[in-house]
Every structure is written in structure tokens, then in C-alpha cells.
């Protein structure tokens, strides 16, 4: 049986880095009325996925009001391939550390 494609189907993983001393708001609103919205702490990483036409909002607050800093289309953030701390080991793999 062949699945019907959905909004989802085709996402990518992404990931942003807070490289600001700042805390972040990142923000995407879907097409389809959702919406994903994190706090992103200085340094920290967001790995999250998006459609790949998604574009992802940054803002800072200052005063209580929040400022857009940036607008980063997702496919700039596409992750290829897992760092090798993130990727978990393979079980036939050894332990050489030992």
C-alpha cells in the first residue's frame, strides 16, 4: 500500500545555535495554523525539523517587547548528518576505551 504524502512527510532536521549571550525566542508558524516556539538559552542547541520551505524567526526581548533579530530559512539550518556524539553506537560495535 502506498502512503498518501502529508504536510510532514518530506521535513528536514535542523539546528540552531544561540551564539548571543541572550536569552532567544525561535519561532515557526506552519501553514497549516500551527506553531513551534522554543526559549533557546546563550549557547545552546535546537535541534528540531521543519518542512524544508519553513523559514525560522529569531527574537530577543528587550523592555517587554520582542524584537525579530533574524529570519533563517530552515534548509540554511539542515542537518546532514549527526555529530559524532549525538549518533549512537552501532551494537556490534566494540568499546575500545577499555
Not at 502512503?3 to 515557526?28: E, F, G, H, K
Not at 549557547?43 to 517587547?65: C, K, M
Not at 539550518?77 to 551494537?91: D, G, M
Amino acid at each position: 500500500m502506498v502512503q498518501t504524502p502529508t504536510p510532514w512527510s518530506d521535513r528536514i532536521l535542523c539546528c540552531y545555535v544561540n551564539t548571543t549571550t541572550q536569552l532567544q525566542q525561535a519561532r515557526i508558524e506552519h501553514v497549516s495554523g500551527g506553531l513551534f516556539e522554543r526559549l533557546v538559552f546563550p549557547q545552546q542547541r535546537l535541534l528540531f525539523e521543519a518542512v524544508p520551505d519553513a523559514v525560522l524567526e529569531i527574537y530577543i526581548h528587550i523592555a517587554n517587547s520582542a524584537s525579530l533579530l533574524e529570519q533563517i530559512p530552515c534548509l540554511r539550518l539542515q542537518v546532514n548528518e549527526l555529530p559524532a556524539e549525538i549518533t549512537p553506537a552501532h551494537p556490534d560495535s566494540a568499546d575500545l576505551s577499555e
